[in-house]
């Protein structure tokens, strides 16, 4: 059979797939990984990351609508036990640390940041600063009660 009996034989879906992996094959597949990357940045320059947030928002109700809520609870602990299994069972412990000493330092800053905000409120208008208080002489450990 020649090439003209045989056309239109291929769904432009097939035609895609095999194009797809014949460059694929040719380029790698870093190729598209950096032509998605770019695609994706400038996606986001011309929409903005709301638009990410959108569509991953009703992508996530399309789904939840389809399988219900049950399958994400699958899929997370799935997903749970393949990074335990990749990782290591301390891989939680260390991730859990990691986050409770992002947020306690996150909270200081919050704290100082607040103190520093009503510092200047609690003082009246042209009253100075309260003096600091006496420096310890040297080599002597300040008391204690």
Known sequence: ????DNKGSMTVAEAGRKGGETVRNERGREFYETIGRKGGATVKAERGRSFYEEIGRKGGETVKAERGAKFYEEIGKKGGDRVKATRGP?????????????????????????????????RPAGEESPAAPPAEPEGQEPQRE
């Open 1 to 4: 059979m020649s090439d003209k």
């Open 90 to 122: 301390n891989f939680y412990e260390e991730i859990g640390r990691k986050g409770g000493q992002k947020v306690k330092k996150l909270i200081e800053e919050g704290k100082r940041a607040a103190r520093a905000a009503m510092a200047p409120q609690e």
